[in-house]
């Protein structure tokens, strides 16, 4: 009879197991998928914000009225060309003139050209940076990777965009007008202190965040500092100026 009951206990137990096991495996079964895009968002936000910047700050009403055609090869091998290409295009013609498609219909020629286009990046750190301790020769001891241990760290992108453009009578080669050079900076900053954070701050971020979440600006900047053309939906009003009738060409004959 006690046989009969340690066999039944152990039989209990061996399924218990096997149970406890199978419900692991069905929890654990869920997978996700991450993919990572060549360039951070972070980086093409800080170059689009910078370009945006630079090209507010141009005045472009001396163009009013005028047929010109926007002349980027010297800008073809800039980082984010297109963008800066159709930014200054789209400000030119908010600004009231009339853009040519190809060089010979226009009256005038508008160059852009680039200084400056891209990101840089620093770092500063109070603690024990990331050490790499050598191994001991003739032991068996190998070499030991330290982390780094942050009291306070802070990190620091940049966008820098430069630019200047220029416009000539195509006819007659004569200057009409030069923007001068312009630049523009965005900037996107993350702080820990003892190792919480990132407290996230940055004219490239709407609002300060700690680890993702929304709080009270703490540390400087806050989103979208300064203003932006791109921020403001341009709207054109019955007092804007007023673009010349375009003339049907003659039917053929």
């Known amino acids: 009879m006690k046989k009969a009951q340690g066999t039944?206990?152990?039989?209990?137990?061996?399924?218990s197991v096997h149970c406890a096991v199978l419900l692991v495996h069905c929890i654990g079964c869920g997978t996700t998928k991450w993919s990572d895009t060549s360039r951070t968002a972070t980086e093409q936000l800080l170059i689009s914000d910078a370009i945006d910047?630079?090209?507010d700050r141009v005045d472009f009403?001396?163009?009013?009225?005028?047929k010109c055609f926007v002349k980027t090869d010297a800008?073809?091998?800039?980082?984010?060309?297109?963008?800066?290409?159709?930014?200054?295009?789209q400000q030119i013609a908010a600004a009231g003139a009339a853009l040519s498609v190809n060089e010979e219909n226009a009256d005038f020629i508008v160059e852009v050209r680039s200084g400056a286009v891209g990101t840089d990046r620093d770092e500063f750190l109070v603690g024990i940076p990331a050490l790499t301790?050598?191994?001991?020769p003739g032991t068996t001891i190998s070499g030991a990777v330290i982390p780094e241990i942050p009291v306070i760290k802070r990190t620091r992108q940049q966008g820098i965009a430069k630019l200047a453009l220029f416009a000539y009578n195509k006819h007659t080669g004569q200057s009409i007008w030069s923007s001068g050079n312009n630049r523009g900076e965005s900037s996107a900053k993350n702080v820990w202190v003892g190792g919480l954070g990132p407290w996230t701050t940055g004219?490239?971020?709407?609002?300060?965040?700690?680890?993702?979440?929304?709080?009270?600006?703490?540390?400087?900047?806050?989103?979208?500092?300064?203003?932006?053309w791109i921020?403001?939906?341009q709207v054109f009003?019955?007092?804007?100026?007023?673009?010349p009738p375009v003339l049907a060409p003659p039917p053929k004959k």
Do not use: K
């Not at 800008?75 to 295009?89: E, G, K, P, S, W």
């Not at 301790?133 to 001991?136: E, M, V």
């Open 8 to 15: 039944m206990i152990l039989l209990r137990a061996v399924v």
């Open 133 to 136: 301790l050598p191994a001991i």
């Open 61 to 66: 009403a001396p163009l009013c009225r005028r």
């Open 203 to 228: 004219t490239i971020r709407r609002e300060t965040t700690f680890a993702g979440q929304p709080v009270p600006a703490l540390f400087g900047e806050y989103g979208n500092t300064g203003s932006s």
């Open 237 to 243: 009003h019955d007092s804007a100026p007023q673009m």
């Open 53 to 55: 910047r630079a090209v």
């Open 75 to 89: 800008i073809n091998q800039t980082t984010d060309h297109d963008y800066l290409a159709m930014t200054v295009r």
């Open 231 to 233: 921020t403001t939906p």
